[in-house]
């Protein structure tokens, strides 16, 4: 099992045993590709699913430091909220492979928390527009959830 992420494509795939199951379509950083920390880009290369967070809540929780809030996302909420950035129903915590690039210091993945994550359904897909994370429709994640584990292999591509 790896996971592929094309920022040029802005899309999400996954391989079992060498073969593409599923592609799912996902929106990067509107600051494009790169490694630096508060860069708000989003980083290349090597990475794994260092954690798997928010098994078993229901679609559209809201999570906030990676807790559950006890929120659940509607239109209504996010009026009363307009500046925040939501991170929907499950998270996959990335952690960087490639020290100098993006593990440690100044580059590392894991201290800047770039998730997998889910967002409202009415943010558009195959658009970059997130702060660095890769996000995707709520349904899609849930299901990509159920099928890795922690240490899951991560490419990020241009």
């Known amino acids: 099992m790896r ?8 899309s999400l795939s996954l391989y079992e045993n060498g073969r593409l199951r ?25 990475h794994l699913i260092r954690a798997c967070i928010g098994a078993g ?12 809030t006890g929120e659940i996302y509607t239109p209504e ?4 909220y307009p500046g ?8 996959l915590w990335l952690s960087g492979c490639e020290p ?17 994550h889910g967002t409202p359904d009415s943010e558009p ?5 997130s702060h660095g994370c890769i996000r995707m429709r709520n349904s899609d994640l ?9 240490g899951t292999p991560v490419l990020i591509e241009d």
């Open 3 to 10: 996971l592929q992420i094309s920022i040029a494509e802005q």
């Open 22 to 46: 599923h592609r799912y379509p996902v929106s990067t950083a509107s600051n494009g590709a790169g490694e630096l920390k508060n860069s708000g880009c989003t980083p290349r290369g090597r």
């Open 57 to 68: 809540l229901p679609l559209n929780a809201v999570l906030v430091g990676r807790r559950f």
């Open 77 to 80: 909420l996010a009026r009363q």
């Open 84 to 91: 925040r950035d939501w991170i929907l129903s499950r998270i």
């Open 100 to 116: 100098g690039r993006n593990r440690l210091g100044a580059v590392d993945t894991m201290q800047r928390y770039i998730y997998i």
């Open 125 to 129: 897909m195959g658009v970059p527009l």
């Open 142 to 150: 849930v299901e990509l959830f159920g099928r890795v584990v922690a």
